[in-house]
């Protein structure tokens, strides 16, 4: 009995490193959904870090081309006061079945919510009024700075490193 | 300084294009477009219209996709009452192969489109419309032989056609349109696919 029990022991300590390990599993499970407020609560509670909010889909071909980009970025700069926030549009439904597998296969590194609002006409116009709702969009954000920019359109990595920058 | 200037450049190309286009109001200059069955249609074809459903959408698009068997309901109900659907895809087919000439035809022959689907080369109505994403709804009516716009956005809200109690901005605004009334809500936002818009 006790040779049972201490087997399952480490199989259970086994499976705990697995997953603790396994970054795809880990990253998986901070899958999150997010309200606006929530976001905004920590844009501010930030402070004079850097926040560049990536507005993006699973379903949208050139967000998804644009990715790694964002991850080169707060990997390049994890020195500096950055934080990349993934935030995800895809329709709530698909969480399951399609946002947590991609997360998985694209090993994401960065913080990944799902957007949790339903009225486009109220939340569109709060991340910012000269939003059309076209994906990609990016929201730089510094609070001590007082620093709110929005970019509807894609980038290239040279584009994103140099708009950052621009931003000091 | 340099990178300033860039910055600055890309600031007000962004500003320029979120600003740009028609607003509800406008008269709507006439465009003449080819069709999936290689002739070309313009608004002046449909002298009996009272207007048009004119909706930037393409193939590939999953929010379009979503949306595109309620603009096909949407030209079933309203064409025979005069205000017939007009979709243009506004993609560049260099940048997004799925939505090329020949694969529009193939969509339209599967999904029976009734109504004319036509090719944007170069996005040039897009751009003069102001069109940023797919699918992207401009209601237009004939007032005094001009072509006025009366409503802008989505078609209703609720992309995943779940909710009962949708608001159907669309139908809404081409309803009040044939009781003789301006629409109630001219303006709305929607979460879209950006228009593939060509580098050329």
Redesign the interface.
Known sequence: MRYIKMGLRNVLIILTCWLWLNPSTSQAQNIRLLTLNQLESRLAAGKDTTFIVNFW?T????CVAELPDFEKLQATYSGNKLKVLLVS?D?K?KVNSTVIPFIKKQHLRNEVYVLNET???EY??RVDK???????ATLMVNTTRNLR?F????FTYP?LE??Y??LK | MKWYLITCFIALAAFAKAQGGYKVGDAVADFSLKNVDNKTVAMADYPAAKGFIVIFTCNTCPVAQAYESRIIALHNKYAPKGYPVIAINPNDPNTQPGDSFSEMQKRAKTKGYSFAYLEDTGNQVADRFGATRTPHVYIISKEDGKSVIQYIGAIDNDTENANPDKITYAEQAVDALLNGKKPAITFTKAVGCSIKRSRG
């Open positions: 889909a379903w949208c071909v050139p549009l329709f439904s009225n486009q006409q569109i116009d000269s939003w059309s709702g076209a994906l990609p920019q970019f509807e359109r894609e584009e140099q708009t920058l621009s």
